[in-house]
């Protein structure tokens, strides 16, 4: 009678144990979700930051831009001297040189024939402010032809110097943050998929617009998808020009990825004059088993010298 009751009372403590063991099994499994949506949150919360900065930076770039124009409105000449209209484009590139030619025209709201105009070119970053006279053609438009080296973080500025029955005025036509803005292939849409599965980072459904700088489409060559690792360029893909857009080709592509590496997205492309670009689409890095993006720091392109 007593062994049986101990039997008994054993049996009621085994299940006692196996339903606080259950109990404390849910609990930790409750535990470990909770951690990866604290880690989940935090990853959107750095990917959150990181936007965020970016948008900084183009608002400072942008109030920069404001007080430019507020100066250049307040000392914008009469309209004998003023620039009706006026166009910069790139008339060549010497890729040995690393320069690239910009064929500026102006036209004078002045109809004086005795005009006299010049350019006032500055790229402080790499050499001193060059003038350069503009010659009129029998059409009344002023032309000219500056040359300066392709460095993609100069600021260029232009000024106009004007000459009209003795009296001289100077306005600002152009004020750009880089160079780069002045060549003739541009990005400004793109879109795509990065996902973390099984070990591998998958790259989905990548598709560019590189744009000429009026809006319309660039003319390119060579358009490819570029992956880089830690900085350094990996593997890259040919992307199939449909109407305005380069698709990426095959839709999805994998690699392996560890905890800790970073992958960046590149469009390159060549242009008429040969020379080479990279726009960054961005990077992801593998933190916590997933893919955390980052947007790229500028929107104006690499060029690459090979």
């Not at 990853?43 to 770039?61: I, Q, Y």
């Not at 080479?276 to 890095?285: D, I, K």
């Amino acid at each position: 009678m007593r062994k049986n009751w101990m039997q008994g009372g054993l049996a009621v403590l085994c299940a006692v144990l196996a339903l606080t063991l259950f109990f404390q099994q849910r609990r930790v499994e409750a535990l470990e979700q909770a951690a990866q949506t604290y880690d989940a949150l935090r990853n959107e919360c750095d990917t959150l930051r990181m936007e965020l900065d970016s948008v900084k930076a183009d608002l400072r770039e942008t109030l920069e831009r404001e007080t430019e124009l507020r100066a250049e409105l307040g000392t914008r000449p009469t309209a004998g001297g003023r620039a009706a209209a006026y166009a910069v484009d790139v008339e060549g590139v010497d890729l040995a040189g690393r320069t690239v030619t910009l064929a500026v025209s102006v036209d004078l709201a002045a109809a004086d024939e005795n005009a006299r105009a010049s350019v006032v070119t500055d790229a402080a970053e790499h050499h001193d402010a060059l003038e350069t006279p503009l010659i009129r053609g029998e059409d009344g438009r002023y032309t000219g032809s500056v040359t300066l080296p392709l460095e993609p973080d100069d600021r260029v500025q232009m000024r106009l110097l004007t000459t009209v029955g003795g009296a001289k005025y100077a306005e600002t036509l152009c004020a750009h943050h880089s160079l780069m803005e002045l060549l003739p292939v541009q990005l400004n849409s793109w879109s795509g998929e990065a996902e973390y599965a099984d070990g591998k980072l998958i790259f989905s459904g990548w598709t560019f617009r590189p744009e000429d700088g009026q809006g319309g489409p660039a003319e390119i060559w060579e358009p490819r998808l570029e992956l880089a690792r830690d900085g350094a360029p990996w593997m890259d893909f040919g992307l199939t020009e449909e109407a305005d857009a380069c698709v990426q080709t095959p839709d999805s592509i994998g690699m392996d990825c560890q905890e800790g590496d970073s992958i960046a997205v590149n469009f390159t492309c060549t242009d008429r004059y040969g020379l080479r670009y990279a726009f960054s689409a961005g990077w992801w890095e593998v933190k916590n088993g997933q893919a955390v993006r980052h947007w790229p720091a500028a929107a104006r392109p690499g060029l690459r010298w090979e």
